[in-house]
């Protein structure tokens, strides 16, 4: 009986698998952990994998879709077009050659829980976004040919000293009906004390910024308080760079060997630090708390 190379990321356990086993049965071989509440039924959808294109010359292995069985009716059901591109579900892809398999963190029996814990330090808090409350007096008949950004302008000068700041176009078109809204109160976002960057109506007190940190096979993201500079959450994964080398190196060798190997690598990262906001913000949405991150 032929068998394959089969590779798992980000575990990096691999073996030798016989031809016609599904990717599960590789997987269950080799003791990697892949959530499969039906037990292979192909009902839960739980058990989906990604398969790994191109070479990988680190491992010597060639992998790609056309390794595998042709997808079923089945696993169409459960795959959507937001899973992303190399989806399988393991319980029903069959080995027809070598493969590299990548198993999502929502795949993973035992979710690995990675956490990095960030140090105190005292620090001047001086976050590159603040916010300004700014409240106009109605324009008047005398104040007629003041446009709206104009005053705001003027008033952010003469009560905070911020001169010469520019207006982000969409910050701009969100400014006359949130000046009517909260009966002329609101608060700007500024960057850099330069550009006006976000308009909220009314005195919005909270702020959120995201700290992250990228290692090679740690991605943290730290949810900050940046009116105190208290860190209030955090959450972290593996690197989903992993599955294209291990170490910085080898991811190096991946991009220039592969045509379009820093584009999948590039879309990986930013795919996971999405995932991160995500999980690190919950919290804020689901307490309905507003701010802005
Ligand atoms: S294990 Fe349930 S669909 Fe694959």
Same mark, same amino acid.
């Given at each position: 009986?032929?068998?394959?190379?089969?590779?798992?990321?980000?575990?990096?356990?691999?073996?030798?698998?016989? #031809?016609?086993?599904? /990717?599960?049965?590789?997987?269950?071989?080799?003791?990697?952990?892949?959530?499969?509440?039906?037990?292979?039924?192909?009902?839960?959808?739980?058990?989906?994998?990604?398969?790994?294109?191109?070479?990988?010359?680190?491992?010597?292995?060639?992998?790609?879709?056309?390794?595998?069985?042709?997808?079923?009716?089945?696993?169409?059901?459960?795959?959507?077009?937001?899973?992303?591109?190399?989806?399988?579900? %393991?319980?029903?892809? #069959?080995?027809?050659?070598?493969?590299?398999?990548?198993?999502? #963190?929502?795949?993973? %029996?035992?979710?690995?829980?990675?956490?990095?814990?960030?140090?105190?330090?005292?620090?001047?808090?001086?976050?590159? /976004?603040?916010?300004?409350?700014?409240?106009?007096?109605?324009?008047?008949?005398?104040?007629?040919?003041?446009?709206?950004?104009?005053?705001?302008?003027?008033?952010?000068?003469?009560?905070?000293?911020?001169?010469?700041?520019?207006?982000?176009?969409?910050?701009?078109?969100?400014?006359?009906?949130?000046?009517?809204?909260?009966?002329?109160?609101?608060?700007?976002?500024?960057?850099?004390?330069? #550009?006006?960057?976000?308009?909220?109506?009314? *005195?919005?007190?909270?702020?959120?910024?995201?700290?992250?940190?990228?290692?090679?096979?740690?991605?943290?993201?730290?949810?900050?308080?940046?009116?105190?500079?208290?860190?209030?959450?955090?959450?972290?994964?593996?690197?989903?760079?992993?599955? *294209?080398?291990?170490? /910085?190196?080898?991811?190096?060798?991946?991009?220039?060997?592969?045509?379009?190997?820093?584009?999948?690598?590039?879309?990986?990262?930013?795919?996971?630090?999405?995932?991160?906001?995500?999980?690190?913000?919950?919290?804020?949405?689901?307490?309905?708390?507003?701010?802005?991150?």
């Amino acid at each position: 009986m032929k068998k394959f190379k089969i590779i798992f990321q980000p575990s990096g356990r691999r073996g030798e698998i016989e #031809e016609g086993k599904t /990717v599960l049965d590789a997987a269950q071989a080799l003791g990697v952990d892949i959530e499969a509440l039906c037990g292979g039924k192909k009902v839960c959808g739980k058990c989906k994998v990604r398969i790994e294109e191109g070479y990988f010359e680190k491992d010597n292995i060639e992998s790609g879709m056309e390794h595998l069985s042709p997808i079923t009716e089945d696993e169409k059901k459960h795959i959507k077009p937001e899973d992303g591109p190399g989806i399988r579900l %393991a319980c029903t892809a #069959e080995i027809h050659g070598d493969l590299k398999v990548f198993v999502p #963190e929502r795949s993973r %029996a035992g979710k690995q829980v990675v956490r990095k814990a960030a140090k105190e330090l005292s620090i001047k808090l001086d976050p590159a /976004v603040k916010k300004y409350n700014v409240e106009l007096s109605q324009p008047s008949l005398h104040d007629m040919t003041t446009g709206d950004m104009e005053r705001v302008l003027r008033f952010l000068e003469e009560d905070y000293g911020l001169k010469g700041l520019s207006f982000d176009y969409t910050a701009l078109r969100e400014l006359q009906d949130a000046l009517r809204k909260e009966e002329w109160k609101i608060t700007v976002s500024v960057w850099m004390d330069r #550009e006006i960057i976000k308009i909220e109506p009314g *005195y919005v007190e909270p702020s959120y910024g995201l700290a992250v940190d990228i290692g090679t096979t740690t991605v943290v993201g730290y949810l900050c308080d940046m009116n105190t500079g208290r860190v209030i959450n955090t959450e972290s994964m593996m690197n989903p760079q992993v599955p *294209y080398g291990e170490d /910085v190196m080898s991811r190096i060798t991946y991009a220039m060997t592969n045509p379009d190997g820093l584009r999948k690598m590039q879309d990986a990262i930013i795919e996971g630090l999405n995932e991160i906001i995500e999980r690190v913000s919950a919290d804020l949405r689901t307490n309905g708390k507003n701010g802005s991150l």
